[in-house]
């Protein structure tokens, strides 16, 4: 559906969203899938994996470093993997797209391999900055060579053998963190990461699964996670839960369409990502959780979502690493609620896909809404439950979640919101309009 949709398109009110929906597989769980059955000796499958741009960038790296990918007429995943250590040179850039997870990741993994590679991206992941992965897997012994800025492209020239460090995260990502640890499976000795804020822990989770010789402690410090280089991974049968990241433009858009109840399926409940619905509940949401269980070592359960009328909080720091990529929908969230909503501590998202804090406040004003800009957030005063005005032509900045938000903002304006560019959905959701239609049908 994307790929008809070059020159935007426009969302406007459709009435109450009813239904269940099947969400795709978790993204930053996909990722990790395919890079850890890459390193292990034998063959893993994988289903449920989401088949977006980004994580099909992971796929085309991992088969450019070695390792067999494939999938089946079926949709389950089949990875023959070459082992740690075992990574082949790649005979070309390996082409991340969009996809800022890829690009970390995969920075540690050949961080501690014989291989040199040049990482490049399109014009919104060249922008991003890498620097606060370049510092530790330099101080590891690897030796990466960035444009201007830290960014892409780049080129990293593995270290063999490289050298076990203990790293404080200076600023609290899972991403920096996993790429740490992924350097650290085939460096000598243990690698030690000091986590003073816990983020997501799926790279530790699926870790232990492979195999790999990975602690977990508790000290007054924070969490210390450590890996005892040059494992061995053992291949798995995984299934990869619902992505908690997609859930969010659901939740919040039954939440605020007026006779709304929608069931979402298999929504994965990790602690480490639930602070959305932490923070909607706050607000009066009507979220209720059923058939919880276990998916492939992952919590899950099928999420229940109602129209209730949302009142203005101040949203708590602590909760930004558990919804880091959610706070452009909880904006929206937000801009219909009753008073003043205040979304602080979030900082980080300034360098995701695109600046999400100006771009955010930029399309939420065009539509009509109040903001003041703070430069880790945004203050933003709700219509108190009314539809605001839209109207507006949105620029997403090549960014999936902006399109993906503003359209969820379309459904509750006077007047139809324009993404001027759906493209960059395909990267995360690429069935998000196909799920909008069934959910709430096209007026028009």
């Known amino acids: 559906m994307i790929a008809s949709l070059p020159h935007g398109i426009a969302i406007g009110p459709r009435g109450a969203l009813r239904g269940t929906l099947a969400l795709p597989g978790d ?13 292990a000796i034998g063959h893993s499958r994988i289903h449920g994996l989401l088949e977006g741009e980004d994580v099909l960038a992971t796929a085309a790296a991992m088969r450019a470093l070695g390792a067999r990918v494939e999938c089946d007429a079926g949709g389950v995943w089949h990875v023959d993997g070459v082992g740690v250590g075992g990574l082949l040179q790649p005979e070309r850039a390996l082409d991340m797209g969009n996809s800022g997870t890829s690009t970390r990741l995969l920075m540690g993994l050949l961080a501690s391999h ?6 490049i991206g399109d014009p919104s992941l060249s922008a991003r900055p890498m620097g606060r992965v370049i510092d530790p897997l330099s101080r590891m012994g690897a030796d990466i060579t960035a444009s201007p800025g830290g960014r892409l492209p780049l080129m990293l020239r593995g270290a063999l053998p490289a050298v ?9 990502s899972a991403q920096v963190k996993s790429a740490v640890l992924l350097a650290g499976l085939n460096t000598p000795g243990i690698t030690r990461i000091v986590e003073p804020v816990p983020t997501r ?4 989770r699926m870790l232990a699964g492979f195999g790999a010789h990975l602690t977990v402690d508790e000290s007054m410090d924070g969490r210390i996670i450590s890996i005892h280089g040059e494992a061995e991974l053992t291949p798995q049968s995984i299934t990869v839960p619902g992505d908690p990241s997609s859930a969010a433009f659901w939740l919040v858009a039954a939440s605020i369409v007026p006779g709304s109840e929608i069931t979402i399926a298999n929504a994965c409940m990790n602690p480490t990502r639930t602070g959305l619905i932490t923070a909607l509940r706050m607000m009066g949401a009507d979220i209720a959780e059923t058939n919880r269980r276990d998916m492939g070592g992952e919590q899950v359960a099928d999420l229940v979502v109602r129209h209730a009328p949302l009142k203005a909080i101040e949203v708590p720091p602590e909760l930004a690493p558990n919804m880091i990529d959610e706070y452009p929908v909880l904006f929206v969230a937000a801009a219909m609620a009753d008073g003043v909503t205040v979304a602080r501590g979030a900082e980080e998202l300034r360098v995701k896909e695109s600046d999400r804090i100006a771009v955010m406040a930029a399309a939420l004003r065009a539509c009509g809404v109040l903001i003041a800009e703070h430069p880790d957030g945004l203050s933003i005063t709700g219509s108190g439950g009314d539809p605001i005005a839209g109207g507006a032509t949105i620029a997403s900045k090549l960014d999936h979640r902006i399109a993906m938000s503003m359209a969820v903002a379309g459904l509750s304006a006077r007047a139809p919101v324009t993404i001027d560019d759906a493209r960059p959905v395909a990267t995360s959701y690429p069935g998000f309009f196909a799920t909008l239609d069934a959910l709430a049908p096209s007026l028009d």
């Open 27 to 39: 993204k930053s769980i996909s990722h990790r899938a395919l890079m850890f059955a890459g390193l």
């Open 114 to 119: 014989r291989v040199t590679a040049t990482f």
């Open 164 to 172: 076990p460090i203990e790293y404080r995260l200076p600023v609290a």
């Open 201 to 204: 822990d799926h790279s530790e």
